[in-house]
């Protein structure tokens, strides 16, 4: 017989929260890709064992990103606006040895995707999900997905300004929307339902500007908003998805927008929901009034800390150069407008619209410094660190780079002091970040970065380490400095296999990726679909039958992780 | 856009018939080695109708229906004689890889190949037009590799387009917007009933869409352009410039929407008149969404990136009143995807060097024209693309000068002077892959006959393996790396 073959990482400091662990020096082991259970002797008897010593490191689950733009038209599209964004930065270089063969890529805010997968990588995360492809570009975005090396994958579909949902909502067919739901998330290879603006993008496109309250109706469909959130929320419940509406709200980064965050919130009367990058959607004052602009953070998170159906990610703006890429079409307008900087935008037929334009957040600026302020009061605020992830919406606010600075942020009063001294002066009146001492633990920060997002996203084999479990793991160099130790993993194991060593990219892109795509086969009603094919071929510019991405081809270049989602 | 301007007519009637003979090389076949024994013949059965996609110009229509028949295919592209020209193009007869002009197996082709390019010092990669996306990610990556340069055909009739939309971003919509909403129509420099047929039927003119119950009856369409335009006969209005004046216009058009003082124009030097212009810009404004694609003839002379610049500028300010596009009409195969694939993969659409280990991007340096003209390349590989339709006679000397490969699925007549030839399968029957629209929506396209000759997918990835093999052939001995 075969022996066994086994990996111990040996002596580290745990924290592995969802198992209550925190900070316990154990062994952890793992087989073919997974965690087990110590073995028994006789196990190890027939069983060859690698042993990594682990001592003197702290522990943690790969972090899991739940919310980021990586793949896709859009983050296409904004590479090729922006050559000098890259110029700027350090590019990934290829590297080509007996063992090792790794791809160049070109990095600034929208890095190239190997050097996607690598930056990842080297910062400790072994899954990240992109949270806005429309599914006529579901097939683009596996495809890049395919050139993403080292961490796990999928996407969420924008469905909040798709027509086919629209009018079912507004002639409340809920069991219909339901099935196209089913249908579209199979059709695309999908794995959650996003909304971006509902209403919002499909007002805009239609040359009537954009919704900005829950109960405006869409002139020509005749929905509302509070209809959209609410029966999508529905249909991703019913659907057994294992993980709720992903909702981006109407009013995003205007002044007073927390009026509409909560009335949001509220219109799901109980349903779960995820509302994303909240800091962009907790503003105080009023439009067009740049003096009265401030934080509502107080408020909402209030109400979020009674509301436990309710999760967040926070979308943290960071100061620096980076690009702003949105669903939110009306949004890139405005920004275009308020920034004077370039423009792309990019609409789809009968379900999205995009907006990307360049920004640079200066702590010195009053809006910028305050929002940057405003995502620090959530992450401090939020009680029950289980429902709140650490985000930037990269590159929305920054790059996901700056996750360690986040966690220095939040590990670290006086270093928070210290960016509170630089920013502007303004934000001490507006925001109450000063007087918030809350320091976060390692724990806390194990949950907020990888325990609590494969938890709100229904990964269960994600960001933990008990038996069964992927074996996605993080080892840091403890340092009082949490800026360089999460910076610099002392080393990542991805399926059980070491993937950096002390910034080393140890893989061979010569040799197919091990990586897997997550997404959803929750099912739907048959007898749904010759009316969703009727309405699709009048309407759109292909054959319905090239519509789904061939599920064939994608088991090639990816596992096929179907979720726990519940047949109907 | 058609880099040749072919001409070519709507004719009415279903299908025509291609011998099949042109299609395999059936009876030659045996006499050839074959990596692996390919079966020659369909793939489906006899008789079967087989849906297909076109990709005879970027408008990649999806409504093609083919029927293979004992011995012939029959195709029926709707009335598109460009498709039918798309659909017969296929190899003439004659083996599927050559070195030295000398017939060989394809493996040792690939292994001649491999050899030439990890022996060069500064390789050129340049096509990647008529190959499905699958097989442009290996090309991108067997130039990461090399550290070539790597160049598809948008440095020859969209790197203008590409320019301009880092100057000032782009505002893209799918074809499907345009025919759901559009009310206004602008054809610049662009002439789609001779290099897009079905354009207009399919997507722009004709179609009734949501917003546009009424089809044609419901836009206003513009053709700009000095030269004889067909597509003009359907137009509202047909403005004829005198050529050259595109960006003079343009920039006038851009005041005029924003309501500035134009001074003097000249309408005798223009060859439009001020009032013909202050009409259009205010229909531009008052439409309910309107486009402007612009194609080959905005793109031409000097500073042709500051014409596709002024266009996209033009419809950003139009956004100020009304929702407004500016689109490139982009031609056969599958440029809109290889130019993805390599800018996803390295940060640039085209115009790339990794000699340095990282890419690099300076159109003007790294592109094709300038390489060649400056005789820099000491090898090249040409990729799915029919060489004397973007290189000139000089640079087809320059490249006469050093060893150079093609593969593809091209006439041997294009490749004389090439020390590798290895031909395959062709893109519009035998291939199953990954193609984008020239909106960049991506269809999946599906072999309905088999070839014996193999896919460009399988090919480049073996060229790509064999080429790891020799650089790493080339390393210092093994050491004790870490795995
Ligand atoms: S319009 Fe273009 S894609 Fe469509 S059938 Fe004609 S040549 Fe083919
Ligand atoms: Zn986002």
Redesign the pocket.
Same mark, same amino acid.
């Given at each position: 017989m075969a022996r066994r073959e086994l990996t111990v990482l040996a002596g580290g400091t745990v924290y592995d929260p969802a198992n209550q662990i925190d900070g316990r020096v154990m062994d952890l082991w793992m087989e073919l890709g997974r965690m087990i259970a110590p073995p028994s002797s006789r196990e190890l008897e027939e069983s060859t064992v690698r042993r990594i010593d682990a001592t003197g490191y702290v522990v943690m689950p790969g972090g899991v990103d739940m919310h980021s733009h990586i793949a896709g038209p859009k983050v296409n599209l904004a590479r090729r606006m922006r050559p000098e964004d890259k110029r700027q930065t350090t590019p990934v270089e290829r590297h080509l040895s007996h063992h090792r063969a790794t791809r160049s890529g070109s990095t600034g805010s929208v890095p190239s995707t190997f050097a996607t997968g690598y930056l990842y990588s080297g910062l400790g995360y072994t899954t990240a999900f992109d949270a806005a492809i429309a599914p006529l570009a579901a097939r683009h975005a596996h495809e890049e997905f395919r050139d993403t090396p080292l961490i796990d994958k999928g996407f969420f579909i924008l469905l909040g300004n798709n027509h086919y949902a629209l009018s079912q909502i507004a002639k409340g067919e809920q069991e219909r929307l339901k099935a196209f739901a089913g249908w579209i998330l199979e059709a695309a290879g999908a794995y959650a339902i996003k909304v971006v603006n509902p209403g919002g993008v499909e007002a805009w496109k239609s040359g009537m500007g954009n919704i900005h309250s829950l109960d405006e109706p869409l002139p020509h469909i005749g929905c509302t908003a509070r209809q959209v959130v609410r029966g999508l929320a529905q249909a991703a419940m019913d659907l057994g998805l294992p993980h709720p509406i992903h909702v981006h709200c109407n009013n995003l980064g205007l002044p007073g927008n927390f009026n509409t965050t909560l009335a949001t919130m509220e219109a799901l009367e109980g349903r779960k929901a995820h509302f994303t990058h909240i800091q962009f959607h907790s503003y105080g004052g009023k439009t067009g009034d740049q003096s009265t602009f401030c934080s509502k953070t107080a408020e909402l998170a209030e109400w979020f800390n009674n509301h436990p159906e309710i999760t967040v990610d926070v979308g943290q703006v960071m100061f620096g150069e980076t690009t702003s890429m949105t669903g939110d079409g009306p949004l890139g307008y405005f920004l275009h407008k308020v920034t004077g900087r370039r423009w792309t935008s990019a609409d789809t037929e009968l379900e999205a619209g995009c907006g990307i334009v360049p920004i640079t957040y200066r702590e010195k600026k009053m809006v910028h410094a305050l929002q940057w302020a405003i995502g620090l009061e959530w992450y401090l605020l939020a009680q029950d660190p289980w429902r709140i992830a650490m985000s930037t919406d990269h590159p929305n606010g920054g790059s996901f780079l700056a996750y360690p600075e986040i966690i220095a942020l939040l590990m670290d009063k006086g270093h928070r002091d210290e960016a509170l001294k630089r920013a502007h002066p303004g934000i001490l009146m507006r925001s109450r970040l000063a007087e918030l001492t809350r320091e976060y633990t390692l724990n806390e920060i194990a949950i907020i970065t990888r325990a609590a997002p494969a938890r709100m996203l229904g990964l269960v084999n994600k960001g933990s380490l008990a038996p069964g479990a992927d074996a996605d793991i993080t080892l840091y160099q403890p340092d009082h400095d949490k800026r360089r130790m999460f910076a610099l993993p002392r080393m990542v194991i991805k399926s059980g296999r070491v993937v950096v060593d002390d910034g080393d990219i140890l893989t061979d892109e010569g040799v197919p990726d091990s990586t897997r795509t997550w997404m959803v086969r929750p099912g739907f009603d048959p007898g749904a679909l010759p009316d969703i094919r009727k309405w699709f071929e009048s309407h759109y510019t292909l054959r319905f039958d090239n519509y789904p991405v061939e599920i064939e081809r994608l088991e090639k270049i990816a596992a096929l992780s179907p979720c726990g989602a519940k047949k109907p | 856009m058609d880099p040749k301007g072919n001409q070519s007519t709507k004719v009415s009637g279903s299908g025509i018939l291609i011998n099949i003979n042109q299609l395999c090389i059936s009876a030659h076949a045996l006499v050839f080695r074959m990596p692996s024994p390919l079966p020659v013949g369909f793939a489906n059965s006899l008789g079967i109708s087989q849906p297909a996609i #076109?990709? $005879? #110009?970027g #408008?990649?229509?999806d409504d093609?229906v083919l029927r293979p028949q004992e011995d012939n295919l029959e195709v029926n592209?709707r009335g #598109?004689v460009? $498709?039918q020209e798309?659909f017969s193009q296929t190899t003439a007869t004659g083996p599927p890889a050559l070195v030295d002009g000398k017939q060989v197996s394809l493996a040792e082709a690939i292994q001649h190949a491999a050899l030439v390019l990890c022996q060069a010092n500064n390789s050129l990669i340049f096509g990647l037009e008529r190959i499905t996306c699958e097989a442009a990610a290996r090309v991108v990556a067997m130039a990461d590799w090399l550290g070539a340069n790597l160049d598809t055909t948008a440095s020859f009739n969209q790197g203008p387009t590409g320019l301009a939309f880092q100057g000032v971003g782009e505002i893209a919509c799918s074809l499907g917007e345009v025919r759901n909403r559009a009310d206004f129509v602008v054809f610049w420099g662009a002439d789609p009933d001779r290099t +897009?047929?079905? +354009?207009t039927e399919r997507y722009s003119i004709h179609p009734p869409g949501i917003h546009v119950p009424l089809g044609r009856r419901g836009r206003f369409v513009v053709v700009v352009d000095p030269e004889d335009n067909q597509t003009a006969r359907q137009a509202d209005l047909w403005l004829k410039p005198k050529p050259g004046r595109d960006f003079e216009i343009l920039w006038t058009l851009r005041a005029l929407v924003q309501g500035l003082d134009v001074g003097n124009f000249d309408e005798e030097a223009n060859g439009v008149g001020i009032d013909q212009l202050c009409e259009l810009a205010a229909k531009m404004k008052s439409c309910r969404f309107g486009v402007l694609f612009f194609g080959q003839g905005l793109m031409t002379g000097t500073g042709h990136h500051l014409n596709a610049d002024a266009a996209v500028g033009l419809a950003h300010d139009i956004n100020a009143h009304t929702r407004f596009y500016a689109r490139p009409l982009r031609g056969a195969g599958n440029p809109t995807g290889s130019d993805s694939v390599a800018c996803w993969q390295t940060g640039y659409p085209f115009g790339i060097n990794l000699a340095r280990g990282f890419p690099k991007y300076n159109p003007g340096e790294f592109t094709t024209a300038a390489l060649l003209e400056r005789n820099e390349p000491d090898a090249a590989l040409l990729v799915g693309v029919k060489p004397s339709d973007y290189l000139s006679q000089n640079h087809l000397k320059s490249l006469a000068g050093i060893p150079w490969i093609m593969v593809g699925n091209v006439d041997l007549k294009e490749s004389v002077s090439a020390k590798v030839v290895i031909r395959t399968a062709p893109l519009a029957t035998a291939t199953t892959g990954t193609v984008y629209r020239m909106d960049d929506i991506s269809l999946p396209l599906k072999a309905v006959i088999s070839s014996p000759l193999a896919s460009d997918e399988e090919v480049l990835a073996q060229l790509e393996f064999a080429i790891l093999a020799q650089l790493r052939a080339g390393l210092p001995a093994k050491s004790g790396e870490p795995v």
């Open positions: - | #076109c990709a $005879g #110009c #408008c990649l229509c093609i592209t #598109c460009k $498709g798309w +897009h047929p079905r +354009h």
